[in-house]
């Protein structure tokens, strides 16, 4: 640079403000240059005065006003949240809501019942039970067979199973 450099881009190198080429363009004419080093420097003492006097005549934030800031911000915040939560209770809001909740708990308990399955009485299967004659032996000639397995080992039920046929076969083979 044979020019000098003006104070506007020896403040904003003083701050970093420049781009790193212009910036290495400024360091190096700042080397080269006592006038431009001497313009530096006044303006580096100039940046420094003014940051000192700021310091100096920083207020400090008075105590009561920023604990009663702080107070009511997290009023707000409780507030906030208690609010949210009152909302969800307005009747516009709530009424339909009960109504969705009652509703899936009576259909969610309901489906838990069976529904249209029929219901055996427990004399049924004690009634015909083999294992209650007298005999020790359930398949010997003398042992009680169930009405229900005689009516179908004799033709009369609806349909030959595989219990009446092995029936058959041990009635058969005594």
């Not at 001497?38 to 006097?53: F, I, N």
């Not at 000639?141 to 169930?146: G, K, L």
């Amino acid at each position: 640079m044979s020019e000098h450099i003006d104070e506007l881009t020896l403040n904003d190198f003083l701050h970093r403000e420049l781009s790193p080429e212009r910036d290495a363009s400024v360091h190096a004419h700042l080397a080269a240059c006592p006038h431009c080093t001497r313009s530096y420097d006044a303006e580096a003492r100039l940046s420094e005065r003014l940051r000192e006097e700021a310091r100096a005549s920083e207020l400090e934030f008075p105590a009561g006003i920023a604990a009663r800031v702080r107070a009511a911000a997290e009023r707000e915040t409780r507030s906030a949240w208690i609010d949210s939560i009152a909302r969800l209770f307005r009747p516009a809001v709530g009424l339909p809501t009960a109504a969705v909740i009652v509703l899936a708990l009576v259909l969610g308990v309901s489906s838990l019942r069976p529904h249209g399955a029929p219901t055996i009485a427990a004399s049924y299967y004690i009634d015909d039970h083999a294992a209650l004659s007298t005999s020790s032996l359930p398949f010997s000639q003398t042992a009680a067979v169930p009405a229900t397995l005689e009516a179908n080992a004799n033709g009369q039920g609806l349909k030959e199973t595989a219990a009446t046929a092995i029936l058959k076969r041990v009635i058969a083979a005594e």
